[in-house]
């Protein structure tokens, strides 16, 4: 699972301008880049197949529904942890009562 969080899908608050400012830095460096990695190459052998995936990948609407599910579940669990660990100590109590 991916969210794509570039210039044009940006997600609320996150924004990557990938090459956006300094193109002439990017192009230098990809073309020097190229360079070096093309003068390094030699003969390879290599094998290949081909597999069927199902990926999911997250969307503007699907990332914020996935940061507002997990704020619901804090907030929940704001109230119920309490609850929780103040019932756990009674019951150890209640048990240990009762060894």
Request: aromatic share 6%; net charge positive.
């Amino acid at each position: 699972m991916t969210t794509d969080t570039h210039q044009i899908n940006t997600v609320r608050g996150v924004l990557h301008p990938l090459g956006v400012s300094g193109k002439g830095e990017v192009m230098s460096a990809v073309r020097k880049l190229f360079s070096e990695a093309e003068a390094r190459l030699e003969q390879v052998k290599f094998g290949c197949s081909e597999e069927s995936l199902r990926i999911r990948v997250f969307g503007t609407g699907q990332s914020v529904e996935i940061a507002s599910t997990i704020n619901a579940v804090v907030s929940v669990l704001r109230l119920a942890l309490p609850i929780i660990i103040i019932g756990s100590v009674f019951l150890l109590l209640w048990a240990l009562e009762k060894i």
